[in-house]
């Protein structure tokens, strides 16, 4: 296998803002109490700019809020008038959400809830006695209240995958990117036009990323086995050698690889297999052959079979496809 190719494969791989007023800092740590950052309290609204008629998405207000000793009770099912979409995420203390009128989920730090206004759900800061963890800390959380056509896919997606609530690490990237733009308001920063958009398309792929195979290293067994794809995917081996290198049977590698990646071992090798064999039809002119060869493939029928099951057309036809739009532009 030519090295060279192989590296140079993995090197590839609006608005204005209105600030509302500020309440004392807080501070985030992640599951583990290391700091994390710094952040006041506070909300901010956004004003549609641009000349497009209807964004796909479309940043209507965000902020971080500490609810204690108060009455914090909304209704969802009254909310028409609000609209759009609701996602809200707890950073410390507890609150509780409410689906359908009698599945009741405790919100602690790390859980939060996605919702489509109106909907038939309630969410509120629960009494001392529901609750011990808001009687000391209340409830603190971030939010994000945003609208249009092209976030009904993610909200949908996310429902299907997890139901109204949800679970992320303190640390991982969605919420990493919320604060770092919650930190550039805080300093009186304006966003670029489109730039709520930007962000939004940004923070629900992390989110979705997050929920289907979160970015956690994760154990050593499931380390070892992605670094051995990455490193002998060219060559004609499979599951079982890299459960035998990691001393493990090949049930226990899949079981443990699916729960903390989303996806079996066999699907995450198959995938680094397309994706270069894509590199190779679209930058050489390497034959079918070789390039099934390069790859991993059994044979170049059985990478045809490959292909067409997961882009719906021939190794041939793609590049083929993707010459002649190279030479219309």
């Known amino acids: 296998m030519n090295a060279d190719k192989k590296l140079l494969f993995f090197n590839i791989l609006c608005y204005n803002y209105i600030e509302r007023g500020w309440k004392k800092q807080g501070y985030f740590f992640d599951g583990k109490g290391n700091f994390l950052m710094e952040y006041a309290y506070g909300n901010f609204g956004f004003l549609k700019q641009g000349r497009m008629e209807q964004p796909p998405l479309v940043l209507l207000d965000l902020g971080i809020e500490r609810r204690f000793r ?18 809200q995420f707890t950073l410390k203390g507890c609150g509780i959400y409410e689906a359908y009128g009698h599945t009741c989920h405790k919100l602690t730090p790390g859980w939060g809830f996605f919702s489509k206004m109106p909907e038939d759900s309630r969410y509120y800061l629960p009494s001392p006695d529901i609750s011990p963890e808001s009687s000391d800390e209340g409830w603190e959380f971030f939010y994000l209240h945003f609208d249009g056509p092209a976030a009904r896919p993610f909200y949908e997606t996310v429902r299907t995958l997890t139901g109204p609530v949800f679970s992320l690490a303190a640390s991982c ?7 770092r733009l919650f930190e550039k308001l ?29 970015s956690a290293k994760g154990s050593l067994l499931v380390q070892q086995a992605v670094s051995y794809f990455k490193n002998h995917f060219s060559e004609r081996k499979g599951i079982g050698e890299a459960a035998e290198l990691c001393n493990v049977s090949q049930a226990h590698l899949t079981r443990i690889f699916r729960q903390e990646t989303g996806q079996t ?14 590199f190779l039809l679209l ?9 099934s060869e390069a790859c991993g493939f059994l044979n170049r029928n059985y990478f045809a079979k490959v292909f067409r099951r997961h882009l719906g057309c021939s190794p041939t036809e793609y590049r083929n496809r993707s010459a002649s739009l190279t030479r219309s532009t």
């Not at 990237?173 to 604060?179: C, K, S």
């Not at 805080?186 to 195979?213: C, D, I, M, V």
């Not at 930058?283 to 390039?291: A, G, H, L, P």
Request: charged share 20%; hydrophobic share 40%; aromatic share 16%.
């Open 173 to 179: 990237p969605p919420t990493a990117l919320f604060l």
């Open 186 to 214: 805080k300093n009186k920063e304006t966003l670029a036009l489109y730039e709520g958009s930007e962000f939004l398309y940004r923070f629900l792929a992390q989110l979705l990323s997050e929920l289907e195979a979160p």
């Open 70 to 87: 108060e009455t914090y009770y909304f209704e969802n099912s009254v909310r028409a008038s609000y609209g759009g979409y609701l996602l």
């Open 265 to 278: 071992p066999l699907q995450y090798l198959t995938r680094i297999r397309m994706e270069y064999a894509l």
């Open 283 to 291: 930058n050489t002119q390497d034959s079918m052959e070789s390039i």
